[in-house]
């Protein structure tokens, strides 16, 4: 299996269409460090060279799982990490602000065992801290050498313009990545994030394209082990909503698509994201061997135009079924951020 990179917006790197995402290494998810490791390893020899994770990440733990693993080949490795999810209790052990990024930074390149870090993402963004403030310090960081590139992380279309116009007007460093859900069930940013994204010319790495496991082809309908709010209480997985009845059946639809057009579902789903002009890479996060061979082959498969058409019939272009599943801008229609 040979790898074909692509570029990672105008920065001149070249990345693969697979990230391999770190969360699950870890007591979030796999805790036998030995089988992360090789799990790490066999990613990195099938060509995936970007390895994302996050500071919050099983506390730390993924980053210094991460870290011990790549202390050989770390020439080999785009390495992307986050900051902003709350380290701790401590008001002020967490966030955008200057006074943070720079402990958060120190934190995470001791953990990962570096000198310096390729790409820095800002997890989230904050309506209460001005984005000035942010990339002023990351400015810094870029400057000092610890900080190679810098991104967003589930930014709305209006926030990622707004950080561009102002490291412009400050001569400040710019994102050059944004990091969103995407997914043929959560489909949201094809109205305006990816458009955004592509005019401003920032390369693109999407989370959850398997949307959190639905497009696994683990979860069918009226099969054994199908999500229930008891077997999976998180808001994703709860099937009281009509939106997550919804999905089941639609995911049969992708199934049988799949099915009719000789591939597996996950080869079906991630094929569909990678193809996307918009998009750079897409991050998948496997606990286990299996779950990556799993994920590979979807490299190489490009979705005829047949079945791209029946994807937009079965769940349409810039529609995500359920809108719970939009992480990004979710933050701008709470009811504080209304008119009551």
Not at 19 to 32: H, K, R, S
Not at 75 to 86: C, I, R, S
Not at 267 to 292: C, K, W, Y
Request: a negative charge.
């Amino acid at each position: 299996m040979s790898m074909t990179y692509r570029p990672l917006g105008r920065t001149g790197v070249q990345v693969s269409p697979l990230t391999l995402g770190a969360m699950m290494f870890g007591p979030w998810g796999n805790d036998d460090r030995a089988d992360a490791t090789r799990i790490i390893h066999r990613a990195l020899d099938a060509g995936i060279n970007v390895v994302d994770t996050a500071d919050v990440y099983s506390g730390g733990v993924s980053e210094e799982i991460v870290g011990k693993a790549i202390a050989s080949r770390r020439d080999e490795v785009f390495l992307a990490t986050k900051f902003f999810m709350p380290m701790s209790d401590e008001p002020n052990h967490g966030g955008g602000s200057r006074l943070w990024i720079m402990r958060a930074v120190e934190d995470s390149l001791r953990r990962l065992g570096t000198d310096h870090i390729d790409l820095y993402q800002v997890h989230r963004p904050s309506s209460g801290t001005d984005v000035e403030e942010t990339l002023g310090a990351l400015t810094d960081l870029v400057r000092q050498g610890k900080v190679r590139y810098i991104g967003s992380s589930s930014y709305s279309a209006g926030q990622i313009v707004e950080a561009q116009w102002t490291s412009r007007d400050r001569g400040l460093e710019r994102f050059v990545t944004e990091q969103p859900p995407y997914s043929i069930l959560v489909r949201g940013i094809e109205q305006d994030v990816l458009p955004t994204v592509q005019r401003h010319g920032m390369g693109t790495f999407c989370y959850s394209p398997l949307s959190g496991g639905w497009l696994s082809g683990r979860w069918r309908k009226g099969a054994a082990g199908a999500p229930t709010s008891a077997a999976r209480p998180s808001a994703r997985f709860d099937m009281s909503p009509p939106a997550n009845q919804r999905k089941l059946d639609l995911v049969e639809d992708l199934a049988l698509l799949a099915d009719e057009a000789g591939m597996s579902l996950i080869d079906l789903a991630l094929a569909f994201v990678i193809n996307h002009p918009g998009l750079t890479s897409a991050i998948v996060g496997p606990r286990t061997m299996e779950q990556l061979e799993s994920y590979l082959p979807a490299t190489e498969i490009t979705l005829t135009a047949d079945v791209l058409d029946r994807i937009d019939e079965i769940v349409a272009p810039g529609v995500t079924v359920n809108p719970d599943d939009d992480s990004y801008g979710a933050h701008e229609l709470t009811a504080a951020s209304r008119r009551r």
